[in-house]
């Protein structure tokens, strides 16, 4: 049973340009999160995702972030327009939506913006 | 707004020490889980308490949940090399069962 996938596992963009990072929960699971994580700190939540609905974007930038999970296929965080300072590990978990709250982590993206 | 905090943020023991760290929430939690994330990893799930002062044990980890589901703490007994990594606690967001709040996170290095 494949564990919750995620790539690339390193990107690195310009300023300026678009940045798209994927995410494949594990089967079975409808629930995804996306997280970022800066050096030396925790996890921050940004966007709660069910298939082809947002749940939660309260973490999220309102500006040049958007997040899908469609129906087929895997999950996408889209950073538009990137800066330094979205340089960070963002990492996508996925659970089952049961009463256990457990959540899967992928090994995540590393973001590198020049 | 809803806040996890854990201390210390830093710990550095020597091998066969003890370690503790603790986790305060600002509000009372339906449960607390645990995550442990190694140096360049991803955190990977450790256990979930539920209970009022519920202790729960994993060989050389002891994890408790205080009585007023507020507070938490991870205790490794006679700590590995192996234990090297941030422990992060992390409960429920209010109101919203799915999401989590993690907490600051605290980075454990054992000198063998």
């Known amino acids: 049973n494949a564990g919750v996938m995620q790539n690339p596992r390193h990107l690195v963009r310009r300023r300026g340009q678009e940045a798209r990072l994927r995410c494949s929960p594990m089967?079975?699971?409808?629930?995804v999160y996306w997280y970022r994580q800066l050096p030396e700190e925790g996890l921050k939540f940004m966007v709660y995702l069910q298939k082809e609905n947002i749940i939660d974007e309260s973490g999220m930038p309102k500006e040049r972030f958007s997040a899908e999970f469609p129906k087929e296929g895997p999950s996408i965080l889209r950073i538009q327009q990137v800066v330094r300072g979205d340089s960070a590990a963002y990492f996508c978990a996925s659970s089952p939506g049961t009463r256990t709250n457990e959540q899967f982590f992928g090994p995540g993206t590393r973001l590198t913006v020049l | 707004g809803q806040q996890v905090m854990q201390i210390p943020q830093y710990q550095h023991v020597q091998e066969g020490e003890d370690f503790t760290t603790y986790c305060n929430s600002s509000t009372t939690l339906s449960n607390i889980q645990w995550y442990k994330q190694r140096p360049g990893g991803h955190p990977v799930f450790l256990i979930q308490?539920?209970?009022?002062?519920e202790v729960k044990k994993q060989k050389r980890l002891t994890f408790q949940f205080g009585e007023a589901k507020k507070n938490s703490s991870l205790h490794i007994t006679a700590t590995q090399t192996t234990d090297v990594g941030t422990y992060f606690c992390?409960?429920?967001?209010?109101?919203?069962?799915?999401?989590?709040?993690f907490g600051t996170g605290t980075l454990l290095a054992v000198q063998p």
């Open positions: 308490l539920v209970k009022s002062g």
């Open positions: 089967k079975g699971h409808s629930h």
């Open positions: 992390a409960g429920p967001r209010s109101g919203a069962t799915n999401k989590l709040i």
